[in-house]
């Protein structure tokens, strides 16, 4: 027995030495053949200050690694996924035009589905060492649906109101307080057009606060019974409605045209997935100085955001290089400065050395900006397919 | 030997040109009844078509595109009439271009985010109305996504009463419309009665065309109605654009059959122009016989001509706001000024527009550049008669819908190896900017006086000598606007460069659609003048170089043609 034991670790570790040695050499093999590349990473681009990160990331991996970045700029993730899949229907299996790929819930599980991504490759980068990738973390898991190392982390995302305190003394708290709120000031408050992921994101926030039993949310929705689990939301919606800006009868299309709505004074209460964005618009002079973040009394959604690398990709090396650059803690630190992007990190900070969590530590403030403790508790996003219902039965009940 | 070579010219030019029209046709269609192999789609029939009916709010979809496209054509060919009408012979009607210029130079993106600017609940007009309105928010009625499409019908007009009724200017020179006049007058009509029942007719089958392709493009466009048109839902083609960017495979076939929709809906309306034009032969006929003088022309003709101001007037301020967005630091609701002015919008570090700027510069100066060539290929090597037919085919991609073909022909380009990437776009950008091309150069060229180059010959001058020497610095003005308009169409495109792109190639149109539905109205301001400074950059050489060369060479000017004026 014992014999058995020490002949399987013996045989054991010289091999998980080797596969720690390869990986080490692998991951050399890896950035000299990345030198020199250029990779194309397809990013949702409609927020100038995440742009100008992508930018400065760029600059980085091309001083320290020779691998440039060109950022192609996306009004929806669901363009390069069409791509993607248009490439494989065309039959160019190699050589596709998206080496990198910014992408989250129904995206990656429909990639993901269709066999599009490249990897496991999540483990095999050296940074990946500072992440929590325990089974069911918020980085191993996107949208329920388990990553399977085909995607890597890099920023987190939570969903938040804001308001400007100038003009709304007592912001709801609550979806059913909300409707209060709307009912006695018609036509101050909208929400993005669900067929954008931020107002998709602010229906769920509502169902997961209005659904008698949120634990069956978590389970793909052919296994629940939808109509019972979304009749409160639809009752609440239909109440609701009539009530919103131009009574509901059109929508802003994404999240940045309804803060512009906000700063007009055309509506009082806007909405992001991401809490340090209004300090961040207050800093350009998009929105008023007085605005400020409200967190919804229960808590948010909250989700990870990825990159993932397409199965047909011309620089998979490059784009390992930038995925590993991303959760670098210099990258990650510079990323979530409010001076610069403000994004909280994916890092768990009990893996970084007293240096790495000091330049976190020395992060400069701003009044807008919530501290991660006010942001409360994360509420988990359902599987992506009550999305996808959601917005149908939407579009079905409210388009005429 | 001459006609072989020159039989295959044509042939090459029809093959670079209407060759991705019909493989991009093809490819939707086959989608459209579900046939695409390369997917594992193989199941023809016609369930497409039911995932496409079943789509909440298609109906309206339908209805909107059909009466925004409609409607617009029909007010603006009504107000470009009036417009010429009533300039008709006066000195400003010979100068009519350089007022225009301007909005027929600006792309419709670039029009359409400063009309956002100014007819949005929070846009100038209502900031300015504000104070003396007592308005505490913005209203929460508006022009812009409305649901109606009143927005994208003063868009589409804003762009298409300067095209058509330059059109309708050039058209008149060839008709003696003087002598209408005066001989319907002393019959005892009135100008407007003869303008309406003697003038329009004449001059109908030459601006049938231009006017089809108006028409297919205001049912049809994508950027000036993701912009200024309804959201919930949107027009048909915005529909059709969102189905094919989804993510899940199937909504690509979807899209096909949505895009064959368009297509249909397009060439049903054709053919109502078509029976349209024969009812108002029949009535009119008959209503001329009964002799009566027409006193109601004066005032639907009055009518259209008091319009035209407000329509101008609306699009200079758009313009006008554009340039004053572009530099505001902040500028609050309801301000009617900006609170601070800044250049920051300009010189932004991170995103800078110099990238998008070389892509359009080089689109439009490559693709004006081999649409001049071709056109003039095309043109040199026209026989006398015949070539009607052959001719309209050239058009085809004016009069089809863009989202009826370009989905298709990236996928057809795909399968022949060309990826996403600048060949593709230019290529598609060269599809619409050379039936353009060739639509300014036609009437020039016919009227050209062929003595001049037999005159060449006879002092023997070889034809490429005739055609460089003689005949293109006789044509240089039609040849420079046919330039400008050039450069115009390929800065403008939006669909085929954001399609066959892939994303991945940035115009300052694309960046400028983009940007029209962020936050930041500054920015976006930028990227719209900047779309517009190009094209009528180009617009002013074309129009002022032949006047610096007209007093150089005087006995070389452009013969006038037979105007009866």
Known sequence: MTLLVGLAIGLATPASAQTGDTSGTDWEQTLREAQGQTVYWNAWAGDQRTNAFIQWVGEQTEARFDVAIRHVKLSDTAEAVTRVVTEKAAGRDENGSVDLLWINGPNFLSMKEQDLLHGPFVRDLPNSRYLDLSRGSANTTDFTVPTEGLESPWRLARFVFNYDTARVDNPPRTMPALLEWAQANPGRFTHPHPDNFMGATFLKQALIELTPDPAVLQEPVENADFASATAPLWDWYDAIQPHLWRGGETYPSNESEQQRLVNDGAVDIGLSFDPASTAAAIKQGLLPPTARVLIPAAGSIGNVSFVAIPYNARHTAGARVVANFLISPRAQARMQNIEVLGAFSVLDFERLSDSQRARFEALPDAPALPTREALGKTLPEPHPSWMTRLIETWAQRYTR | ?565
């Open chain 2, 1 to 565: 030997m001459k006609n072989v070579r020159r039989t295959g010219l044509r042939a090459l030019i029809i093959a670079v040109l209407i060759g991705p029209v019909l493989l991009g046709v093809a490819q939707t269609l086959s989608a459209a009844f579900g046939w695409l192999p390369a997917l594992g789609e193989r199941t023809i029939g016609l369930a497409p078509w039911r995932t496409l009916l079943d789509q909440p709010g298609l109906a309206t979809s339908v209805q909107l595109t059909l009466w925004t496209g409609i409607s617009a054509t029909v007010i603006g060919f009504a107000l470009a009439f009036g417009l010429v009408a009533s300039l008709h012979g006066r000195a400003m009607g010979r100068s009519l271009m350089p007022w225009l210029a301007p909005f027929l130079a600006a792309p419709h993106a670039a029009i359409a985010i400063g009309l956002a600017f100014v007819l949005a609940p929070s846009g100038w007009l209502l900031r300015l109305l504000a104070a003396p309105l007592d308005l505490t928010h913005p209203p929460a009625w508006a022009l812009v996504g409305d649901p109606l499409g009143i927005g994208l019908i003063l868009g589409l007009l804003v762009k298409e009463v300067p095209f058509l009724a330059l059109i309708m200017t050039a058209s008149l020179s060839h008709l003696p419309v003087r002598r209408w006049l005066i001989q319907a007058r002393s019959l005892g009509y009135t100008p407007a009665a003869t303008w309406l029942r003697v003038v329009l007719p004449m001059m109908w089958p030459q601006i049938r065309l231009p006017t089809l392709i108006v028409l297919s493009y205001a049912l049809s466009n994508v950027d000036m109605a993701l912009i200024l048109g309804p959201a919930n839902p949107p027009v048909l083609a915005v529909t059709v654009l969102r189905a094919y960017t989804a993510p899940e495979l199937s909504s690509l076939l979807t899209a096909g059959a949505g895009a064959a929709l368009q297509a249909i809906g397009v060439l049903i309306t054709f053919a109502g122009v078509w029976a349209f034009e024969r009812l108002i032969g029949v009535i009119g006929r008959t209503r001329l016989r009964r002799g009566r003088r027409g006193r109601l022309s004066g005032v639907a003709l009055g009518l259209a001509q008091a319009l035209n101001p407000i329509l101008l007037g609306m699009a200079s301020a758009a313009i006008a706001a554009l340039a004053v967005w572009s530099v505001t630091w902040r500028w609050s609701w309801p301000k009617p000024l900006p609170e601070q002015l800044s250049m920051a919008a300009w010189q932004q570090p991170g995103d800078s527009w110099i990238g998008p700027l070389g892509h359009s510069l080089l689109f439009a100066g490559v693709t004006t550049a081999l649409a001049l060539m071709l056109a003039i290929a095309w043109l040199e090597t026209e026989q006398r008669r015949g070539a009607s037919l052959l001719a309209g085919i050239l058009y085809l991609p004016l009069l089809l819908p863009q989202i009826g073909f370009l989905p298709g022909l990236q996928f057809g380009f795909l399968q022949l190896g060309i990826g996403p990437g600048l060949l593709a776009v230019g290529w598609a950008h060269l599809l619409f900017v050379f039936p353009y091309v060739l639509l300014v150069l036609v009437g020039p060229w016919r009227g050209y006086d062929p003595l001049l180059s037999r005159q060449a010959a006879s002092l023997g001058a070889g034809p490429l000598r005739r055609l460089f020497r003689v005949k293109l610095p006789v044509l240089l003005a039609p040849v420079l606007a046919a330039g400008a308009i050039g450069v115009a169409v390929s800065i403008a495109q939006y669909l085929p460069t954001l399609i066959m792109g892939g994303g991945r190639i940035n115009t300052l149109t694309t960046e400028a659609v983009s940007l029209a539905s962020g936050a930041d109205r500054r920015i976006t301001a930028v990227y719209a003048i900047l779309q517009m400074l190009i094209p009528v950059a180009a617009y002013g050489i074309a129009i002022i170089a032949p006047m610096l060369r007209g007093r150089r060479h005087r006995l070389l000017r452009e013969p006038r043609y037979a105007t009866g004026d």
